[in-house]
């Protein structure tokens, strides 16, 4: 068997032959790659971790009120940047092309909501906030297309791309496309940790600082919640060059990462479980410009490495991915924010997608808000089955989205069709017998009810 050494020798000489790609993306593959065989990796001593501080995590509610003067707000606004991460596709929820794309409510996508925002933000302030997209391969093409209906609002759209590396051949650690899968199946995006080199091998970096941008928001496209916080732009202004916001943790929220006090300084961390922790990552950045580009420079961001195991067309592969809210240990004056739970409201899966359709949450503006009728300080969980998994079958299956304001929890299986105008209250499962299909008459209000035929309406 190769020794590591080896492996590493024989991967740089396949990779320097595999012209799909830059030499910044075979270097910084390489580097991947050394670390990941190194064994390099940052050991937690558990007895260190500490709970965060209001110091190092500060508590929104704590934070200096807007400016009232709107110069003022447009100096702090001129200097901003808006980035989202636009790499994702809507596989999982059945759907083709970039999931920024995905229709969230009144037949606006997510792309739509967000180039609203801040068209409204640049007409009341008179501003010049661009947006940043950060593609993969995988989305540039359909995305570059799609942002040409916004060619005539006020917001200044640029696009790069994040780098592509090729897929890892688990047995003999050679790249996948060396051995003939040169298609898209050959290659993957590495993580949204990627996405400090990509700005800055993009050009854009260099072209953002030139402009005099000083302060970059990065967060996914598919968090409605990810919305320009003044307070916290303010707060960053003042000292600080990396702030991360943390959120309230619910019982959802079982899977990524969160943050911790670890000798003396704050940094993310991805555990397997989290249920130890209080507060959840939502990866949502905001970072001086300046202070990426240093780092980038002297290849200090070398965050966890997360190896992520895939199986294509048979074969097993490797691919090493980062995640970019591990990057806060290397920026000094870094701080967390610990914010409200409605600057979290990702879209993961059909089931996120009926609360933000529903009468749960309001549209104005661009900006989804939490219904105030809602007394319940938290969201109902909603669990539907495969029927529903892909976005056009969930729609296909409702007449009309239920009310559920004084909805508590909602458990669907089965063949299930919900008629319109429905209301569903407390705790409701609804489960449709095999081979039998289960339809809720229009009109139908369902409180603290457990369905298994027509018989229980």
């Given at each position: 068997m190769a020794t590591d050494a080896e492996k590493l020798t024989q991967l740089k000489s396949a990779v320097a032959g595999l012209n799909q790609i830059s030499e910044n993306e075979k270097n910084g593959f390489i580097n991947l790659v050394a670390r990941y065989l190194s064994g390099e990796a940052q050991h937690v001593e558990w007895s260190k971790i500490q709970t965060p501080t209001d110091e190092i995590v500060v508590p929104y509610d704590s934070l200096a009120p807007v400016p009232e003067d709107p110069a003022e707000t447009k100096k702090l606004l001129d200097k901003l940047v808006v980035l989202k991460l636009n790499g994702g596709l809507g596989t999982t929820m059945g759907c083709t092309g970039p999931k920024s794309v995905i229709e969230v409510r009144n037949g606006l996508t997510f792309l739509d909501l967000i180039v609203i925002q801040i068209e409204n933000l640049n007409a009341k302030y008179g501003c010049n906030v661009p947006l940043l997209l950060m593609n993969s391969f995988n989305t540039h093409d359909d995305t570059s297309k799609i942002i040409e209906k916004y060619s005539k609002s006020n917001v200044e759209i640029h696009t790069f791309n994040q780098s592509q590396y090729p897929r890892l051949c688990a047995d003999d650690f050679v790249p996948l496309p060396c051995k003939g899968k040169t298609d898209k199946d050959g290659w993957y995006p590495p993580g949204h940790g990627d996405v400090f080199p990509s700005l800055m091998n993009s050009g854009k970096l260099d072209a953002l600082i030139s402009q005099g941008k000083e302060y970059v928001f990065a967060a996914n496209s598919d968090n409605l919640g990810a919305i320009v916080d003044l307070s916290i732009l303010s707060l960053i202004m003042l000292m600080y060059v990396y702030n991360i916001s943390v959120t309230p943790k619910t019982l959802a929220d079982v899977k990524g990462g969160t943050l911790?006090?670890?000798?003396?300084?704050?940094?993310?961390?991805?555990?397997?479980?989290?249920?130890?922790?209080?507060?959840?990552?939502?990866?949502?950045?905001?970072?001086?410009?300046?202070?990426?580009?240093?780092?980038?420079?002297?290849?200090?961001?070398?965050?966890?490495?997360?190896?992520?195991?895939?199986?294509?067309?048979?074969?097993?592969?490797?691919?090493?991915?980062?995640?970019?809210?591990?990057?806060?240990?290397?920026?000094?004056?870094?701080?967390?924010?610990?914010?409200?739970?409605?600057?979290?409201?990702?879209?993961?899966?059909?089931?996120?997608?009926?609360?933000?359709?529903?009468?749960?949450?309001?549209?104005?503006?661009?900006?989804?808000?939490?219904?105030?009728?809602?007394?319940?300080?938290?969201?109902?969980?909603?669990?539907?089955?495969?029927?529903?998994?892909?976005?056009?079958?969930?729609?296909?299956?409702?007449?009309?989205?239920?009310?559920?304001?004084?909805?508590?929890?909602?458990?669907?299986?089965?063949?299930?069709?919900?008629?319109?105008?429905?209301?569903?209250?407390?705790?409701?499962?609804?489960?449709?017998?095999?081979?039998?299909?289960?339809?809720?008459?229009?009109?139908?209000?369902?409180?603290?009810?457990?369905?298994?035929?027509?018989?229980?309406?």
């Open positions: 911790i006090s670890y000798e003396g300084k704050v940094q993310v961390n991805e555990f397997k479980s989290i249920e130890k922790f209080k507060i959840f990552n939502t990866n949502n950045l905001w970072v001086n410009l300046k202070a990426i580009k240093r780092l980038v420079e002297a290849d200090a961001l070398k965050m966890e490495i997360i190896p992520n195991p895939k199986e294509v067309d048979g074969i097993k592969v490797l691919q090493l991915e980062t995640a970019a809210g591990a990057a806060i240990r290397f920026f000094d004056h870094a701080i967390g924010c610990n914010v409200h739970r409605s600057r979290f409201l990702p879209v993961k899966a059909t089931s996120d997608l009926l609360l933000v359709q529903s009468d749960l949450y309001t549209l104005a503006d661009g900006f989804v808000t939490r219904n105030e009728a809602r007394k319940n300080p938290a969201n109902p969980t909603i669990e539907l089955g495969p029927e529903f998994k892909k976005v056009g079958n969930f729609l296909s299956r409702f007449k009309s989205i239920p009310s559920i304001i004084e909805l508590d929890s909602l458990k669907v299986t089965g063949d299930v069709w919900f008629g319109a105008n429905i209301t569903l209250k407390g705790k409701v499962t609804i489960a449709a017998k095999s081979g039998e299909k289960l339809e809720i008459p229009d009109g139908a209000v369902l409180e603290n009810k457990e369905i298994n035929g027509p018989g229980d309406l």
